[in-house]
């Protein structure tokens, strides 16, 4: 019997199935059954429940049929058949229309709403900065952008990549978190396509910011992305500017000329590599870069004073009591660190650090200097430079090449990988180009494993370098972050072992691995996305910051360095930072900060005090440092 009902249901549901197959018809008229079979019962029950009803079976039926029809809106006329069918038909001709009428609005509706929920629809801002492209970078570009409008009302920051919008967002509000009176705007598409970039209004846009992807042709969707972006603008002047970042330097030339003359274009990985060395030769200098990049620190302005015109370069130095002076700009080239006696000139402007939110006012501070204090004598000579290279890729040869350029001679680096034919021949090319100064040495190992490191005598280097290998083509951007977590856990057991710290400087993909490395307090970390995204939002705010940290983070000329402060002050004495500022003065440098030993393992400043107030008095111990901006002795 149970059989029998099943084979029942089974061809019930199969013949229902079957009428469906007819379409949208078929379907109405199910649901007109479906209606009838509920409204037609519940409207007699409510008729013969009803003490006002008629007693003739007839009027019932016909009480019946006009509550139906009421309830179904089909008119519900009584009378002869011709005038129930006119009434029906008049009922479904009104029935069609507003239905119709409904499902357009819908339609539209949805539609519209798809359109927004796919970034398809114009921004309509006026000096709003653009984002094209993403990666792990535009967190740090977006959120620089956000602190640097939060003086203003109407800012907003549009972001076009090619993903889903609302992935977009989703993402910014986690990793940015609150965006303040700043507007994050996404819109979604392809950013080598002019109509795409229309969508953004970069005509009416303050900067354009283009970022490379984690992909082996990032270089190239760069150019590209430039290229329509100069379709979109289309005889506009004045074009808005544009800050471009290219890895190779074989793409920096075609991504210049796409950008035109007003356009910045970085190259990314040199700058990381200048930065990795500079900060394995003066350790902590990381930290300084990471200040003078972020907008939550300190800043460099560009001034006019027209009370120093006349004056020496050297006077303008203690002409400040919060800020510090770091150079001129004179006819749109900035000097960093000129002669104290260069003259100012009526038309030069001061490149000053000081903090967003203090005024860049005079007040002389020359009173505060003690000359008794300051130190004058010949600094000790360099002596020769001992590097360890562990790990390996395609920024490493630049690495190398920023070493050999300000290495004493006899100095020696010691690269440790276990790649394969090509990356030996990358080190025999670094070695042929290694100049005279520079030995370099070839070892086979794999840096993860305990006994390559304990062969190596560890402790013999200056500093060590721990670099991770390049993506590979579909894995995770972050994976070479995984290899240099665990070479510093074999680092800092070796510390242990042989009794002191090592000067270790880590280069990261991913920021969010910073909090896991196994490092000392206010140790040297380079995450090149994030320092790359951090200048470009530096220079999207003032374009004429390009010029000056190209040369601060270059290997010649004037840059940022971590000097002790013995050089400058007599040891366990109390002074006012302003006597460090004369003293640097003295030696062609100028004085931005200081570094306290007692405090390099406390954050999070880790001892770091950029721009003191020139009154600030402390006790310089022999371990202390001060940060400078001038030549490099080598």
């Not at 007699?44 to 179904?72: C, F, I, M, N």
């Not at 005889?235 to 030339?253: E, K």
């Not at 990049?293 to 919060?322: C, K, M, N, Q």
Request: with cysteine; charged share 25%.
């Amino acid at each position: 019997m149970g059989r029998r009902r099943s084979r029942l249901g089974d061809r019930t549901r199969y013949w229902f199935d079957s009428t469906l197959s007819y379409g949208a018809l078929a379907l109405v008229g199910w649901l007109a059954l479906l209606c009838l079979a509920v409204v037609v019962p519940a409207s007699a029950v409510l008729v013969w429940t009803d003490p006002k009803a008629p007693a003739s079976l007839t009027d019932r039926l016909a009480a019946v049929w006009r509550l139906t029809g009421e309830t179904l809106r089909l008119g519900g006329a009584t009378g002869t058949p011709l005038r129930v069918a006119v009434s029906v038909l008049l009922a479904l001709i009104t029935l069609l229309y507003v239905s119709t009428l409904v499902g357009l609005i819908t339609t539209a509706l949805t539609e519209h709403l798809m359109a927004l929920r796919r970034g398809r629809s114009t921004v309509l801002e006026r000096g709003h900065a653009v984002v094209l492209g993403w990666s792990e970078q535009v967190f740090t570009v977006v959120g620089e952008l956000v602190a640097a409008n939060a003086n203003q009302h109407r800012a907003a920051v549009v972001v076009l990549a090619d993903r889903d919008k609302t992935d977009m967002e989703e993402a910014l509000a986690t990793k940015v978190g609150p965006a303040g009176a700043t507007r994050l705007i996404c819109r979604s598409g392809p950013v080598t396509d002019p109509a795409v970039l229309a969508l953004t209004s970069p005509a009416e846009a303050g900067v354009v910011l283009v970022l490379p992807h984690d992909r082996p042709d990032a270089d190239a969707e760069v150019v590209k992305t430039l290229l329509a972006l100069g379709r979109a603008l289309p005889g506009r002047t004045p074009r808005p500017a544009v800050v471009a970042a290219v890895r190779n330097d074989r793409y920096r030339l075609a991504a210049a000329l796409a950008a035109g003359a007003d356009g910045v274009v970085l190259e990314s990985d040199t700058i990381t590599a200048r930065l990795v060395v500079q900060a394995a030769r003066h350790p902590g200098l990381s930290l300084v870069h990471r200040e003078l990049l972020d907008f939550a620190g300190h800043e460099f302005y560009v001034i006019a004073e027209p009370g120093l015109a006349g004056r020496a370069f050297g006077e303008a130095l203690l002409s400040y009591a919060t800020s510090s002076v770091v150079g001129l700009v004179r006819e749109g080239t900035p000097l960093l660190g000129p002669p104290p006696q260069t003259r100012i000139r009526p038309d030069d402007r001061l490149l000053v650090l000081s903090h967003d939110d203090d005024p860049v006012g005079l007040e002389e501070c020359a009173a505060l200097v003690e000359e008794t204090v300051t130190v004058c004598g010949p600094r000790a000579p360099q002596r020769p430079e001992r590097v360890l290279l562990l790990g390996w890729n395609r920024r490493a040869p630049l690495m190398i090449d920023q070493l050999r350029r300000g290495a004493p001679p006899r100095s020696a680096v010691d690269v440790v990988t276990d790649g394969d034919e090509a990356t030996a021949r990358q080190v025999a090319d670094a070695d042929t180009d290694a100049g005279t100064c520079l030995t370099l040495t070839l070892h086979r190992g794999d840096v993860t494993r305990p006994a390559t490191l304990r062969h190596l005598d560890i402790g013999s280097y200056d500093s060590v370098i721990v670099l991770g290998g390049d993506p590979a083509p579909g894995r995770p951007s972050g994976e070479p972050d995984d290899r240099t977590l665990v070479t510093l856990l074999l680092l800092r057991d070796l510390e242990r072992t042989i009794g002191r710290e090592l000067p270790v400087v880590t280069e990261l993909v991913d920021d969010r691995n910073r909090a896991l490395a196994p490092i000392s307090p206010g140790a040297d970390v380079i995450v090149s996305g994030k320092l790359i995204g951090l200048l470009m939002a530096q220079i999207s705010q003032n374009r004429h910051l390009a010029a000056v940290f190209e040369e601060l983070f270059s290997a010649e000329g004037s840059g940022v360095h971590l000097r002790p402060a013995t050089e400058y002050v007599l040891p366990d004495r109390e002074t006012a930072f302003a006597t460090v500022v004369a003293a640097a003065r003295d030696r062609g440098e100028c004085a931005i900060g200081y570094r306290s030993h007692d405090d390099v393992s406390i954050g999070p400043a880790y001892g770091l005090r950029i721009n003191p107030p020139k009154s600030e008095r402390r006790c310089w111990t022999a371990r202390d440092e001060v940060v400078v901006v001038g030549e490099d002795r080598g």
